[in-house]
């Protein structure tokens, strides 16, 4: 009985230790897992022999979390994963459901087709649908003040301060100035403040605004301002005309429901993709009628590349997965994608059904998100290569129009020089004459100018002529 007993524990000994040495080996031997992905920028891309991207960094990320290798190949038909009408998958899905590859990762959206088919991870990345455009192609709608739109703010409050700073330059020179107002005791001044407002506005709509200075120095004044007013008006026009022009054969798009509207773009999306499916299967009128429109006029591309390369080129809409689509419109600065977003959903990595790596695949996306790696991976690989542009041609700023700011301010520096050199010069030939300093005939002829008690002469001369 106690041999019975030995062989009998010896036998089961023997056993599990044959069991622990075959696991043992089954795990050496699954301790690289094969990894299918496919191209996508800039989830995989080609440096050399090496592959490179968003997901070969997540890839090695959470191979560091849960210790294993891993060794990647493109998928071999170039699908993401399409079940066909026998139930055979294609694509990435199809290597997985095959055992042809241990996981895919890649830009693989979660959809409930899929995750009857394989196991699916917790998403690491949110999207959903939207449109790739090209920007003149986009509309926006006109507002009360898109006049003021050629010049900025600051550019508008810069036009003001010259206008007002010009008309009180031409209000001085032709007060200083002995060739415009000779006598001040008896003669009467045109150039009031209120009347060089008034020329200087005049002016801006290149009618003019009589009488015009006599005097060098007021002209110096007046033709540096009537240069300023050229070029403004003619740099408001041009940007003017610009905006008027490019929107005038724009098309109104905002969303889906704006594409499935009209007939004058056409638009499609991914062959075999999710999107496409979405758009099937969506009991939405309009959704269905973009797919019934694709499906007529045969407008699927076969890559997110094809698509993006067929918005470039005008006059086509391409709909996709929008963290895609905001890749495209960071590279190619002639992009923009719509603002409504329809279809959220995630990407996930794909495993076999009940594999152990399910579970900590999703724990360890989770502490990635968590630990902001994920957010650090988009930030680095969605990086825009382009400045920000808008929809309408850029307003022109102060410091784009310094240049003739700068020629108007000179202009009227010269101006009021020259006021103060003709006014020293007949101050000095009347000194002369009277045999007074030049001093205190400047004095007296500054006083007699530049004071503001003209008022009742003035209305008085006003008076007499009426009389």
């Known amino acids: 009985m106690v041999i019975f007993n030995n062989m009998w524990t010896l036998l089961a000994f023997t056993v599990s230790t044959t069991v622990l040495l075959l696991t043992h080996s089954c795990t050496a031997a699954k301790s690289e897992l094969i990894v299918t992905t496919i191209k996508q920028d800039p989830y995989t891309m080609a440096k050399g022999s090496q592959l490179e991207g968003y997901c070969m960094d997540l890839l090695s990320e959470l191979a560091k979390k849960l210790g294993f290798k891993y060794k990647v190949h493109l998928v071999k038909d170039g699908a993401y994963g399409r079940m066909d009408d026998s139930g055979s998958w294609n694509g990435m899905i199809g290597e997985v459901v095959r055992g042809e590859a241990d996981i895919a990762v890649a830009p693989l959206t979660l959809t409930a087709a899929r995750e009857k088919a394989v196991g699916m ?22 507002g009360f003040f898109d006049f003021l739109s050629p010049f900025s703010g600051e550019t508008w409050f810069g036009i003001l301060i010259a206008y007002i700073l010009t008309a009180v330059c031409i209000c001085i020179v032709a007060r200083l100035s002995p060739s415009e107002w000779s006598q001040p005791e008896n003669e009467h001044n045109n150039f009031t403040l209120l009347h060089s407002l008034w020329y200087t506005a005049g002016a801006l709509s290149l009618q003019g605004a009589g009488p ?25 026009f041009s940007s003017l005309s610009s905006n008027q022009s490019s929107d005038s054969s724009h098309l109104m798009i905002k969303g889906f429901e ?20 979405f758009f099937k299967n969506s009991n939405n009128p309009s959704y269905r009628r973009i797919y019934e429109h694709m499906e007529r006029r045969k407008s699927l591309v076969s890559s997110m590349d094809e698509g993006v390369q067929r918005a470039r080129e005008g006059n086509f809409a391409f709909i996709g997965e929008s963290v895609s689509l905001d890749l495209a419109v960071a590279r190619y600065c002639e992009l923009v994608r719509a603002h409504e977003v329809i279809g959220m959903r995630g990407y996930s990595i794909v495993t076999p059904l009940g594999s152990p790596l399910l579970k900590n695949l999703s724990v360890a996306i989770l502490q990635l998100s968590e630990a902001g790696e994920l957010a650090y991976l988009r930030s680095k690989w969605w990086a825009s290569s382009c400045m920000a542009h808008s929809a309408k041609a850029s307003s022109l700023k102060a410091h784009g129009m310094k240049g003739i700011f700068l020629v108007l301010a000179v202009g009227l520096g010269i101006g009021v020089l020259l006021a103060l050199l003709e006014l020293t010069s007949k101050s000095r030939s009347s000194a002369q004459e009277q045999k007074k300093s030049c001093c205190s005939v400047l004095t007296q002829e500054l006083s007699q100018r530049l004071r503001t008690n003209n008022t009742k002469r003035d209305q008085e001369t006003s008076d007499k002529s009426k009389a």
């Open 258 to 277: 704006d594409l499935a509207n009209q007939d004058f773009i056409e638009y499609g999306t991914l062959t075999g993709s999710s999107t496409l499916a």
């Open 121 to 142: 991870t917790k998403p690491y990345m949110q999207t959903g649908i939207s449109i790739l455009l090209r920007r003149d192609i986009v509309s926006q709608d006109s």
């Open 212 to 236: 015009h200075p006599k005097s060098p120095s007021g002209r110096v004044v007046s033709c540096t301002w009537w240069l300023f007013a050229v070029v403004l008006l003619a740099c408001y």
